[in-house]
């Protein structure tokens, strides 16, 4: 196991701005150097909220930027390509074509998938620490509107199973791309053979099996046209993800208490996180945690993931349920036999995979969005717990994309944005800098 010597808290503030700095394209934070040349979606809102209570006017270019990609549809793209590397990721502009959709943003070219819509969550979060309140209150007014096109696009494109929650139609749109939630509704695809080229990648990553059934979804729904009719009646991967419909419930609530600065009525958010949590009860709890929703199968996952958490977000989620996930979360199944939190997936499940990228390993965004959860639960122990579990793996392991949830030892991309930026987020009140 490659470990170092712990650092201290000053020290890792600072080697959390180089990493962030080295990362700055001038408008926007890129995930890691080499692997991850552009802009994505979920990686750059976390960078805002881990920015949020230092550089109020940083945070909100962050998010300007990644608005720049947003289509006419309202959706929020998963990557916003930077010119220069333009193909050096797979794949790149010439396969998503979104320059062909008129509803594409003109100046830039993006993908044609979005990612959980944790925006005006962080809006929130930077309006809530913001030092420099005048920028805040301006960012949120200029934001706002384009914050809610983005909600209006996946309550009326993305409801495709009718029950009030949105729909993921890529692994990719989780975030959470190799997660054992989405397998069975992916082996039931039919198999496919792609002609593409991957760039070399650690074994960490995916088998070319995996990834040619992502790359047949996105043929399908680009040959479409990103035609909405074709997501609802067609296209074959359609997952009502309880991560992504927690992390959208959090960011109805925000809009909602966001509205007064915005001058907009706060009363379509507040019915709207009403509807979500509804939803949520109604289709996705099962046995103890929510589960993914496989539309096309009409079954739930039977394994149980760390997206499993996610409606752990919404602050008026009942004490019984809240209960019974923290339960989970703490016992032998996460962290309960982990050395370090949180796995990816349950240990004791057979997809549970130490190594591989989002079958095991630990992530920093999702640690903070379940200390997040735990704190809007007033669940101090839990906050603690997840705190200083996670600055205990950057500490040892530096700012790398995950984790070996057992021994804390590092994996993939070195050098990691989001593993830098929700550190700062968790030193805030014990370093300057
Ligand atoms: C990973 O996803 C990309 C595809 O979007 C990939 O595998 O190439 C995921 O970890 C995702 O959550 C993350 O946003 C992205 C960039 O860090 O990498």
Redesign the pocket.
């Known amino acids: 196991m490659e470990s170092r010597a712990a650092v201290d808290d000053a020290a890792l503030g600072r080697e959390a701005w180089s990493v962030l700095d080295a990362n700055w394209t001038g408008s926007a934070t890129v ?2 150097p080499g ?2 040349p552009h802009q ?4 750059s809102t976390f960078v805002a909220m881990g920015l949020a209570r230092w550089d109020t006017r940083r945070a909100g270019t962050e998010l300007i930027s990644l608005l720049a990609g947003q289509w006419g549809t309202g959706m929020v793209p ?2 916003v390509f930077h010119p220069v590397h333009a193909e050096g ?1 797979f794949p790149g502009p010439s396969v998503w074509r979104s320059q062909n959709h008129p509803a594409s943003p003109r100046a830039v070219c993006t993908s044609g998938l979005t ?1 959980p819509p944790l925006h005006a969550l962080a809006l929130w979060w930077i309006w809530r620490h913001a030092a420099d309140r005048d920028t805040a209150v301006a960012l949120v007014r200029r934001l706002y509107p384009m914050l809610a096109a983005q909600h209006d696009y996946l309550a009326t494109s993305r409801d495709l199973g009718g029950g009030g929650l949105a729909a993921i139609v890529h692994p ?1 749109e989780s ?3 190799d997660s054992p939630a989405w397998d069975t509704a992916l082996e039931a695809l039919p198999p496919v053979r792609h002609p593409y080229h991957r760039r070399e990648e650690s074994s960490d ?1 995916h088998p070319d099996s995996r990834h040619d059934r992502y790359m047949a979804l996105v043929l399908g729904y680009r040959d479409s046209g990103y035609d909405p009719a074709y997501l609802r009646d067609e296209h074959p991967f359609a997952v009502e993800d309880p991560m992504f419909n927690g992390i959208w419930l959090a960011s109805c609530q925000a809009l909602a208490e966001l509205a007064p600065v915005a001058g907009a009525d706060a009363g379509p958010y507040r019915e709207a996180v009403e509807r979500i949590r509804a939803a949520l009860l109604e289709r996705l709890w099962d046995d103890g945690v929510f589960r993914a929703r496989d539309l096309r199968g009409g079954r739930l996952s039977p394994v149980c993931t760390i997206g499993c958490f996610g409606p752990m977000l919404d602050q008026g989620m009942p004490g019984e349920r809240v209960a019974e996930l923290v339960r989970v979360l703490e016992s032998a199944r996460f962290m309960g036999a982990a050395g370090y939190p949180v796995p990816s997936c349950e240990i004791r499940a057979q997809q549970f995979d130490r190594s591989c ?2 079958r095991g390993p630990s992530w920093v965004n999702t640690n903070w969005l379940l200390r997040r959860a735990a704190a809007a639960h007033d669940l101090a122990g839990l906050v603690r717990l997840l705190g200083s579990g996670t600055l205990r793996l950057v500490r040892q392991a530096g700012f790398r ?1 995950c984790f070996d949830p057992f021994d804390g030892s590092g994996r993939g991309s070195r050098d990691f944005s989001w593993s830098a930026a929700l550190t700062l987020d968790l030193l805030a009140d014990t370093v300057e800098r």
């Open positions: 995930p890691a692997l991850y994505w979606n979920w990686d998963h990557i990721y990612q990719w975030g959470m791309d990553r990228y989002w994309e």
